[in-house]
């Protein structure tokens, strides 16, 4: 019986690439719904009455949320390739934690330095600093997160980087220069196939943040 | 060589209680070690240095923090023996997606409770129970969240019951009235002897929130 797989996503969504990215590294074929989050959808509050947020992976008909949730469900599915998660316990236990901190800590910050001016915008700021500090800590001298392979931490965080553009812009600062090993890890992972497809331009990421600015009227 | 297993912990914490249960249905032998969280020990500061929170799993000298993170470790080392996750990957999908459910709403609620008055206060025991009677709605008719038997939900969330009586007094409010299908669940986890002996005194917790609240100013 072949698989029924559908996403119900928003396209600059950080959490909806994370499953694109999981999706595309697997090679599993899926429909794709982009959702309208001012106007959602019926199928999607059916889908995920609690919270109502993209992404949902709908597996046969059976709904899946939560990003991170929805990574571990299609590499535990999807099993016989391109594992996402390590096998040793003790290294999944250490990927979980930083994409538990990734998700703790970065969309939140990074909401913080768009969305704010003056006093706030630059705690924002200081804070975002130490965050990634903190993360170019445990890259080290890796290639990626994950080790020598691109991993769950990897790409936890990857889409992120097409938000850059737009939170180093809105932020007065530059990414590069603050996070040097950040950046250059992110290029590495752009290399990747999956991940090049996946993220979406940072323009277009950079305008539609700015017209969210101008709704919440700082612009 | 025998597991060297180490939990740091402090002994009213809800999520320090998921880890005892754990290691209790594991029958697994640790050193608890009891910490003042206002004056963190240098074995706390050095196994968790991010977020310098208990509950810590030490294994063989290893760290692991978060509470959920710890239990799906100690369920994936000592996986010869009762499970605490399900094995089908819809299934545990479905438990993290619950116990996810459980960490982003309790909390937060049980603080506004405890540390606002008036019309916040009021707000917050409307959010309580609504978070609540969520999960008697996803509780439904079974004996516990994981079904037939005691699982990764129920454990993530019971430990909250040992602070039922400090939450009914400060809040003014009566949990069993409102909730008896999450109270008679909550009973039916305490004949259970891991859970019996891991939660501690409704009375004892209740003290020890009427000292913090006196510290904070707020009883």
Redesign the interface.
Known sequence: MADEVVLLDFWPSMFGMRVRIALAEKGIEYEYKEEDLRNKSPLLLEMNP?HKKIPVLI?NG?P???SL??V??ID??WNDRSPLLPTD??Q??HA??WA??VDKKVYEVSRKIWTTKGEEKEAGKKEFFEIFK?LEGELGDKPYFGGETFGFVDLSLIPFYSWFHAIETFGEFNMEAECPKIVAWAKRCLQIETVAKTLPDQKKVYEFVGQMRKRFGLE
């Open positions: 609690i597996h059976k899946v949320c939560e949730i929805i571990q469900y535990e599915v316990p003790y999944r236990a979980r934690f538990d901190y903190t």
